[in-house]
Protein backbone atom coordinates (compact mmCIF):
# COMPACT_ATOMS: atom_id res chain seq x y z
CA UNK A 1 0.00 0.00 0.00
CA UNK A 2 2.76 2.01 1.08
CA UNK A 3 5.39 1.49 -1.34
CA UNK A 4 4.09 2.46 -4.84
CA UNK A 5 6.88 3.88 -5.87
CA UNK A 6 8.57 0.85 -6.18
CA UNK A 7 9.06 0.12 -9.81
CA UNK A 8 8.12 -3.60 -11.44
CA UNK A 9 10.96 -5.70 -12.20
CA UNK A 10 11.66 -7.74 -15.08
CA UNK A 11 14.13 -10.03 -13.81
CA UNK A 12 13.81 -12.52 -16.94
CA UNK A 13 15.27 -9.87 -19.11
CA UNK A 14 18.38 -9.08 -17.72
CA UNK A 15 18.89 -12.86 -16.72
CA UNK A 16 21.97 -14.87 -17.99
CA UNK A 17 23.54 -12.53 -20.41
CA UNK A 18 23.02 -8.40 -19.57
CA UNK A 19 25.86 -6.28 -17.89
CA UNK A 20 23.79 -6.05 -14.32
CA UNK A 21 23.51 -10.12 -14.04
CA UNK A 22 27.23 -10.31 -14.59
CA UNK A 23 28.06 -7.72 -12.06
CA UNK A 24 25.85 -9.14 -9.70
CA UNK A 25 28.30 -11.96 -8.31
CA UNK A 26 28.28 -12.60 -5.19
CA UNK A 27 31.68 -13.30 -3.85
CA UNK A 28 33.59 -12.49 -0.58
CA UNK A 29 34.17 -8.56 -1.98
CA UNK A 30 30.66 -8.12 -2.64
CA UNK A 31 28.29 -7.00 0.40
CA UNK A 32 25.04 -7.02 1.46
CA UNK A 33 23.17 -6.27 4.83
CA UNK A 34 19.48 -6.46 4.95
CA UNK A 35 18.36 -3.64 7.48
CA UNK A 36 14.74 -3.90 7.29
CA UNK A 37 12.04 -6.06 6.24
CA UNK A 38 12.27 -5.35 2.19
CA UNK A 39 15.37 -2.90 2.96
CA UNK A 40 19.09 -3.77 1.85
CA UNK A 41 21.95 -1.98 1.22
CA UNK A 42 24.34 -3.29 -1.17
CA UNK A 43 28.33 -2.94 -1.90
CA UNK A 44 29.41 -5.00 -5.25
CA UNK A 45 33.07 -6.60 -5.46
CA UNK A 46 33.59 -3.96 -8.10
CA UNK A 47 31.49 -0.71 -6.56
CA UNK A 48 32.99 1.86 -5.44
CA UNK A 49 30.35 2.62 -2.73
CA UNK A 50 27.11 1.08 -1.18
CA UNK A 51 23.44 1.67 -2.78
CA UNK A 52 20.18 1.27 -0.56
CA UNK A 53 17.55 -0.72 -2.14
CA UNK A 54 14.38 -1.71 -1.50
CA UNK A 55 12.76 -5.24 -2.88
CA UNK A 56 9.75 -6.86 -2.41
CA UNK A 57 7.44 -9.93 -4.61
CA UNK A 58 4.46 -9.43 -4.72
CA UNK A 59 1.44 -11.43 -6.82
CA UNK A 60 2.11 -10.07 -10.15
CA UNK A 61 6.31 -10.26 -9.71
CA UNK A 62 8.80 -8.52 -8.50
CA UNK A 63 9.13 -4.95 -7.72
CA UNK A 64 11.47 -2.49 -6.15
CA UNK A 65 13.71 0.41 -6.38
CA UNK A 66 17.24 1.26 -5.43
CA UNK A 67 19.92 4.53 -5.12
CA UNK A 68 22.11 4.40 -8.22
CA UNK A 69 22.50 6.15 -11.22
CA UNK A 70 21.45 3.13 -13.45
CA UNK A 71 18.00 2.87 -11.52
CA UNK A 72 17.42 6.47 -11.53
CA UNK A 73 17.99 6.08 -15.37
CA UNK A 74 15.13 3.97 -15.41
CA UNK A 75 17.24 1.09 -15.81
CA UNK A 76 15.02 -0.70 -12.81
CA UNK A 77 16.88 -4.25 -12.69
CA UNK A 78 20.31 -2.61 -12.09
CA UNK A 79 23.09 -4.78 -10.51
CA UNK A 80 22.48 -3.72 -7.02
CA UNK A 81 18.58 -5.74 -7.07
CA UNK A 82 20.33 -8.12 -9.17
CA UNK A 83 22.30 -9.19 -6.71
CA UNK A 84 19.56 -9.46 -4.22
CA UNK A 85 17.63 -11.74 -6.59
CA UNK A 86 20.51 -13.92 -7.03
CA UNK A 87 21.01 -14.16 -3.00
CA UNK A 88 17.47 -14.73 -2.07
CA UNK A 89 17.51 -17.45 -4.92
CA UNK A 90 20.56 -19.19 -3.21
CA UNK A 91 20.18 -18.58 0.45
CA UNK A 92 23.03 -16.46 0.75
CA UNK A 93 23.67 -14.69 4.08
CA UNK A 94 24.34 -10.80 4.53
CA UNK A 95 27.46 -9.34 6.56
CA UNK A 96 25.61 -10.24 10.06
CA UNK A 97 25.10 -14.08 9.35
CA UNK A 98 21.60 -13.44 8.67
CA UNK A 99 20.31 -15.33 5.20
CA UNK A 100 18.84 -12.73 2.84
CA UNK A 101 14.71 -12.89 1.98
CA UNK A 102 12.83 -11.17 -0.15
CA UNK A 103 10.01 -10.58 1.38
CA UNK A 104 6.27 -11.82 -0.34
CA UNK A 105 4.00 -9.29 0.43
CA UNK A 106 0.25 -9.23 -0.06
CA UNK A 107 -0.11 -12.39 -2.11
CA UNK A 108 -2.27 -14.40 0.52
CA UNK A 109 -4.92 -11.48 0.38
CA UNK A 110 -4.70 -10.65 -2.56
CA UNK A 111 -5.93 -14.17 -3.79
CA UNK A 112 -8.21 -14.65 -0.84
CA UNK A 113 -9.94 -11.45 -1.62
CA UNK A 114 -10.56 -12.81 -5.69
CA UNK A 115 -11.23 -16.19 -4.47
CA UNK A 116 -14.43 -15.07 -2.85
CA UNK A 117 -15.44 -12.33 -5.68
CA UNK A 118 -15.73 -9.38 -2.79
CA UNK A 119 -18.61 -10.91 -1.08
CA UNK A 120 -18.65 -9.15 3.06
CA UNK A 121 -19.46 -12.10 5.35
CA UNK A 122 -19.29 -9.65 8.17
CA UNK A 123 -22.54 -7.31 7.04
CA UNK A 124 -24.40 -6.72 9.76
CA UNK A 125 -28.41 -5.91 9.45
CA UNK A 126 -29.07 -2.02 9.87
CA UNK A 127 -31.62 -1.62 12.94
CA UNK A 128 -33.61 1.75 12.61
CA UNK A 129 -34.23 3.46 15.90
CA UNK A 130 -37.03 5.22 15.46
CA UNK A 131 -36.10 7.66 18.21
CA UNK A 132 -38.33 9.80 21.32
CA UNK A 133 -41.56 11.24 19.96
CA UNK A 134 -42.48 9.37 17.06
CA UNK A 135 -45.66 7.93 18.56
CA UNK A 136 -48.55 9.68 16.28
CA UNK A 137 -49.42 12.17 18.53
CA UNK A 138 -49.72 15.80 18.05
CA UNK A 139 -48.70 18.44 20.66
CA UNK A 140 -49.69 21.49 21.57
CA UNK A 141 -52.02 24.00 22.75
CA UNK A 142 -55.87 24.10 21.12
CA UNK A 143 -55.93 28.02 19.23
CA UNK A 144 -58.41 28.55 21.59
CA UNK A 145 -56.11 28.46 24.63
CA UNK A 146 -53.47 31.24 23.27
ZN1 LIG B 1 21.30 -0.25 -8.14
Not at 24 to 45: K, P
Not at 78 to 105: N, Q, S, W
Not at 117 to 136: I, L, M, Q, S, Y
Request: a negative charge; one cysteine or more.
Amino acid sequence: MNADYLRRLDFGSVQGDSESWERARLGDDAILLQTAESEFVVNLADGASSHVCEIEERADGYWGRCDCDAFSYGHHECAHLCALRKADFIGAIDVEGERITIPTTGTADERRARADGGRRDDRVDDVENPGAGHDGRVFGRPEGRL
